[in-house]
Structure formats: structure tokens, C-alpha cells
């Protein structure tokens, strides 16, 4: 009789395993992608911040003159300081004057 019952947990003993190798390899796989998901929004965040500067009307104005006597380099220069956009942002607006 003690051999049926070694012989019954020999057989039962890798499929346990396997089943609490593939629990294993599951949780792991939800786990990387969790962090993969984190690591995406975390880029997202930081390329579009959700304090944009917003000009006022005198920048506005100053950029615009700037811009209408052919000064764009120093339009750029003035709203990049005024608001601390990025060189690309700043062109960008100055650009849609």
C-alpha cells in the first residue's frame, strides 16, 4: 500500500510544480508589465507638463513688434525668458504671430 501512495505523489509532484511554475512566470509577467505601463506614463508626464506659461498680453505685443521689424531670433529670446519655454516651443509661438 506504501508504495501506491509514493508512487500517486511521484506522479502528482511535477504537476504541482508546474502549475506553481506557471502561477510564477504569470504574476512576473504582470508584474513587468505594470512597471512597462508606469515607465510610459512617467514619459508622458514629463513631456507635456500640466503648467504651460501662459503670455500675457504685453509679451504678446513686444513678441509681435519684435517679430514685425524682423527681430525673430530676439522674439524667441524675449518669450523664452518671460515664460521659460523650451527654444522649440518658444519659435513655435513666436512663429504663429
Known sequence: MSSLTTSSLILTAPTALAASTAGLVALTAVIVA???WLIILAVRLTKSPRNRPNPSVDLVDQARELKAVGQIQ???????GETGMSQRAASRFVNRL
Open 34 to 36: 505594470a512597471v512597462i
Open 74 to 80: 530676439e522674439a524667441v529670446f524675449l518669450v523664452r
